[in-house]
């Protein structure tokens, strides 16, 4: 069973960081498209990140550029979410998702999906 497993997540003031791991387990994922999103309450899933994880090509969104970094241990077979200078309106639920094609997975489409891990961001 292939499984994407978020955690990482915690209450942080603003300025903070934190950084969120994804472990997959069931299959290497060296062929996908690895990705973070995030939903806060009342608002749409909203993407953050993404990375080729046989290649290390990486995409953000522009709400986070300059503050999070995504990156991989083939190793582990994990990936990370560095998230810096942590702002209230980051506070949202992280999900981990991975897509065989990156076009997909910017449009929000997975073939897998982790649970959530919570960030709050208090001011």
């Known amino acids: 069973q292939v499984q994407l497993v978020a955690s990482g997540g915690g209450l942080v003031q603003a300025g903070g960081s934190l950084r969120l791991s994804c472990a997959a387990s069931?299959?290497?994922?060296?062929?996908?498209?690895v990705g973070w999103f995030r939903q806060a309450p009342g608002k749409e899933r909203e993407f953050v990140a993404a990375?080729?994880?046989?290649?290390?090509?990486?995409r953000y969104a522009d709400s986070v550029k300059g503050r999070c970094t995504i990156s991989r241990d083939n190793a582990k077979n994990t990936v990370y979410l560095q998230m810096n200078s942590l702002k209230p309106e980051d506070t949202a639920v992280y999900h981990c998702?991975?897509?065989?094609?990156?076009?997909?997975?910017?449009?929000?489409?997975?073939?897998?999906w982790g649970q959530g891990t919570q960030v709050t961001v208090s001011s």
């Open positions: 998702a991975a897509h065989y094609l990156l076009d997909r997975l910017l449009n929000g489409e997975y073939d897998y």
């Open positions: 990375l080729d994880w046989n290649g290390g090509r990486q």
């Open positions: 069931g299959r290497t994922f060296s062929s996908y498209f």
